[in-house]
C-alpha cells in the first residue's frame, strides 16, 4: 500500500494535487445531489428503501471516533502536502464545532444522512468549503474500518477495567469471609465443605481470564486501516504512519483489501464479552440459589432487590436473575455477526453494516452487566447461622475420613469399606499428649507428641476473627480425622505472631482442653541466649526454630523460614541466636507485583524451565521463584561468612519445599523444625512428664 514520504517531496508529485481539486468537485456535486455516490445518479431512491438501507440510527454511536479519525486524515494529507495549512486549520476548526453540536445535541440532521460518516462530512462542507477536500483518498470503507477500530480499543480497555471493579468487590467479599463455612456442591448436592471466600474466589477467576481475553481483542484491534480505500489503497501519498501515531495505533495493516473487510477483531471483542456474560450469568445462578428459602445462604439487601405486585412478603433476586438473562445479548450478537460474515466474498459487502448493531449491544449489555454484578456483591450479606449449620452436615466429612483411612495402616490393609454407612477412622487413645501450635500470618501449623514422638500435624489457613469457640470447632474436626479425642491433650505450647488471635487461644485452651497454655514469649524459659540488641522483639518463632536447629543439627547453623515472610536467623557454635534478617515472602512479593501493575496478574509459584522467560506467565515466574533462590543463596554466603565460614543451614515454613530443591547451599528442609522447638521449649516451662 506505501506509507508516502514522511517530507511530502516524492510520490505522485504535482498531478495528485490536481486530482486533489478534482476530487474535492466532485465531492461538491455529490453533496448537491445528497450522497457520497450520487454523482452519477439522476434519481433518487425509494423513501422506503432509504430508511432500510440508513445506518444512522445505530452508527450515530461512533461519532467521537470518527471526528477523531477525520482529524488524524486531515493532518495526513497536509503532511504529504496535499492540503494547505489554512485548509487543515478550518477542517479541524470544523470538526471541532460538529462535535460540540452532536454532543449538546444541536446537530440537525437531514434525510440524505446516510450514517454519521456522511452526516459529518456533509456538516463540515456547509461550514467551510475545505471539507470537501476531507474525503481525498479516503473511502468510507477504509473510514468505517478506522471507526470500528478506535471505538473496540476504547471499548475493551473500558470492559477490562469494569471485569476489574467486579473482581475487586468479588476480592474484598471473599477477604471478609474466608473463614465462613459453607457445603460445596456437585450435582447441586451438598458435597464437601469449602469456605464462603473460596465460592467467590472462583467466580472472580473466570473474570481475570474474561480481562486477557478483551486484552487480546485490544491488540487484535490496533492496526491503522487509513490509506486502504476502498479495496486497493491510493495513489496518493498518503502519511499512514503519520497517521497511525497520531491516533496511537501500534502498527499498521498490511493488505489493503483485507484492511476493509476485516471484523475479525469484533469477533475477539464480542466473544470476550460472551464469556464475561457467560460467567456473570453463572455467578447470578449461585445468588438466585443462596437467596431462596432452600438455601437461605444470603440475605438481600433493599439495595439489589426488588418486591412483588401481589405478594408483601416476597424479595426477589432481579438483579441477579438478570446477569442470568442478559447472557443472551452477547451470545446473540456473536452469532448474529459470525452469521453476517459467513461467505461473504472479499472485500467490502454492504453486510458489514449490520456489524454495529451486534457490536454496541455486546459491549453495552456487558457494561451494563460487569457494573450491576459488582454492585450486587458489594451488597450481598450472607448469613453465617445459615451456612455453618448447612456445612455442619456431617456427610460433607466423608471424603475426608475415607481419605485418612488409605493413609492408616488398617485402611491399607483393608480389602473392602462399609457400604451401608460412612467410613468412621477408627478411635486411638493416647493417656497423654502435647499440643504444639505455631501461628503464623498466613498459616497455623499444629503437632500432637506423644513424648518425643510426632502422632499427627496439621496446617491449617490463619484467620485473625476466629472465636475460641470456632477454634475448638475446627480443631475437633481435625483431631476427629485423625482418629483423636481433645481430652487426650494434656499440655499446649503456643508461638504466635498474630497478637490479634493470642486472646482467643488462651480462652480456647482453658475451656475446650482444660489446659493453662505455654506462651513462647518474654519471661519463658528457653535456654537460647539471645545476642539481640533488645530480647523482647525476637518473634516467638525464630526462638523455637532457634532452639530445635542447634538441639538437632548443632552450631554454627544458619535457619531460613519460609512463610509470609522470610527470616534468617544465625546460631553460634555456642548455641546462642546471633539476629539475623527479614525479607518480603513469595506470596508477599508476588500480591505486590500483581496489585501495583495494571497488566500482571496472578501466575501459579512454580520454577520455570528457564531462568529467562519466553512469555508473561514464565517471566513472573521466574524473578519470583528464580529471584527467591538467588536472594537465599546471597544472603547465605554472607551470613556463612559473618559465622566463621562454615555453618549448616536449615530450611523450614511452608514454602521451603519450593525453593531448597533449586539451591545447593540449603543441606536439610525439616517442615515441623517450629514445633519440635515448640516441645522443647515446653518441656522447660511445665512437668513434661510423660509428654
Not at 519440635?676 to 513434661?688: C, K, P, S, T
Request: hydrophobic letters at 45%.
Amino acid at each position: 500500500m506505501g506509507h508516502g514520504r514522511a517530507d511530502g517531496g516524492a510520490g505522485s508529485g504535482p498531478a495528485a494535487g490536481a486530482r486533489v481539486e478534482g476530487i474535492a468537485g466532485r465531492r461538491e456535486e455529490a453533496d448537491a445531489i445528497g450522497k457520497l455516490w450520487g454523482s452519477r445518479f439522476s434519481g433518487h431512491l425509494l423513501p422506503e428503501l432509504e430508511r432500510f438501507s440508513s445506518s444512522l440510527e445505530t452508527d450515530y454511536e461512533l461519532y467521537p471516533v470518527d471526528i477523531a479519525g477525520s482529524v488524524a486524515h486531515a493532518r495526513g494529507l497536509a503532511a504529504a502536502g496535499l492540503l494547505s495549512k489554512t485548509r487543515l486549520t478550518a477542517i479541524e476548526r470544523g470538526l471541532r464545532l460538529i462535535q460540540r453540536e452532536l454532543d449538546d445535541g444541536t446537530f440537525k440532521f437531514r434525510d440524505t444522512d446516510e450514517d454519521i460518516h456522511t452526516a459529518v462530512e456533509r456538516r463540515l462542507t456547509e461550514i467551510t468549503p475545505a471539507g470537501a477536500s476531507l474525503h481525498a483518498g479516503r473511502s468510507r470503507n477504509d473510514q468505517v474500518a478506522l471507526d470500528l477500530r478506535l471505538y473496540s480499543r476504547w471499548a475493551a480497555a473500558q470492559l477490562v477495567l469494569a471485569v476489574s471493579v467486579a473482581v475487586d468487590a468479588l476480592a474484598i467479599k471473599a477477604r471478609d469471609h474466608a473463614a465462613w463455612l459453607m457445603p460445596g456442591y456437585t450435582h447441586l448436592q451438598r458435597a464437601q465443605p469449602i469456605t464462603v471466600g473460596h465460592h467467590l474466589l472462583a467466580h472472580a477467576e473466570p473474570l481475570l481470564r474474561d480481562a486477557e481475553r478483551l486484552r487480546h481483542a485490544y491488540d487484535s484491534a490496533d492496526e491503522m486501516p487509513l490509506g486502504s480505500g476502498a479495496l486497493a489503497a491510493t495513489t496518493l501519498p498518503l502519511q499512514r504512519e503519520r497517521m497511525r501515531r497520531e491516533l496511537g495505533f501500534a502498527r499498521l495493516t498490511v493488505n489493503s483489501i483485507d484492511a476493509v473487510s476485516d471484523r475479525d477483531f469484533l469477533l475477539d471483542l464480542i466473544y470476550g464479552c460472551t464469556c464475561a456474560a457467560i460467567h456473570l450469568s453463572r455467578l447470578g445462578e449461585d445468588v438466585v440459589l443462596w437467596a431462596s428459602s432452600e438455601f437461605g445462604f444470603v440475605r438481600l439487601a433493599d439495595e439489589i432487590s426488588t418486591g412483588s405486585s401481589l405478594m408483601p412478603q416476597k424479595k426477589n433476586p432481579d438483579i441477579a436473575e438478570l446477569l442470568r438473562g442478559r447472557t443472551g445479548r452477547a451470545l446473540g450478537s456473536l452469532v448474529a455477526l459470525a452469521s453476517v460474515l459467513k461467505g461473504l466474498p472479499l472485500a467490502y459487502d454492504r453486510d458489514l453494516q449490520e456489524d454495529k448493531t451486534a457490536l454496541f449491544a455486546a459491549v453495552d449489555s456487558t457494561l451494563d452487566s460487569l457494573t450491576a454484578a459488582a454492585l450486587l456483591v458489594e451488597h450481598l450479606a450472607f448469613d453465617r447461622k445459615q451456612l455453618a449449620a448447612a456445612a455442619s452436615d456431617p456427610g460433607l466429612l466423608a471424603t475426608d475420613a475415607a481419605e485418612e483411612l488409605v493413609r492408616s495402616p488398617a485402611g491399607r490393609r483393608a480389602e473392602t469399606l462399609e457400604r451401608d454407612a460412612p467410613p468412621r477412622p477408627p478411635k486411638v487413645e493416647f493417656r497423654r499428649m502435647l499440643l504444639a501450635v505455631d501461628v503464623g500470618n498466613t498459616n497455623v501449623t499444629l503437632a500432637l507428641f506423644e513424648g518425643e514422638k510426632l502422632v499427627a500435624d496439621w496446617r491449617v489457613t490463619s484467620h485473625r476473627e476466629r472465636t475460641a469457640d470456632e477454634m475448638a470447632v475446627e480443631l475437633k474436626d481435625l483431631f476427629g480425622l485423625r482418629g483423636f479425642e481433645l481430652n487426650v491433650v494434656t499440655g499446649v505450647v503456643i508461638a504466635s505472631v498474630v497478637p490479634n488471635l493470642n486472646p482467643a487461644l488462651i480462652e480456647a485452651s482453658r475451656r475446650y482442653l482444660k489446659c493453662e497454655p505455654v506462651m513462647v514469649g518474654p519471661g519463658v524459659k528457653t535456654s537460647v541466649r539471645i545476642r539481640y540488641e533488645n530480647p523482647k522483639d525476637v518473634g516467638a518463632d525464630r526462638i523455637a526454630n532457634a532452639l530445635a536447629a542447634y538441639s538437632k543439627y548443632g552450631g554454627p547453623v544458619v535457619v531460613i523460614d519460609f512463610g509470609t515472610a522470610v527470616t534468617y536467623d544465625a546460631i553460634n557454635a555456642q548455641g546462642d541466636y546471633l539476629g539475623g534478617a527479614i525479607a518480603p515472602g513469595v506470596e508477599i512479593s508476588l500480591d505486590a507485583l500483581v496489585s501495583h501493575t495494571a497488566m500482571l496478574r496472578r501466575v501459579e509459584a512454580v520454577a520455570p524451565d528457564s531462568v529467562i522467560g519466553r512469555n508473561t506467565v514464565t517471566s513472573i515466574q521466574s524473578g519470583l521463584v528464580w529471584g527467591f533462590v538467588a536472594q537465599v543463596e546471597g544472603m547465605v554466603e554472607r551470613m556463612v561468612a559473618e559465622l566463621g565460614g562454615t555453618a549448616k543451614v536449615i530450611a523450614t515454613g511452608g514454602q521451603a519445599s519450593l525453593v531448597a530443591g533449586l539451591t545447593h547451599v540449603i543441606e536439610a528442609t525439616d517442615p515441623l523444625l517450629t514445633l519440635e522447638g515448640l516441645r522443647l521449649i515446653y518441656l522447660q516451662n511445665a512437668d513434661g512428664a510423660g509428654h
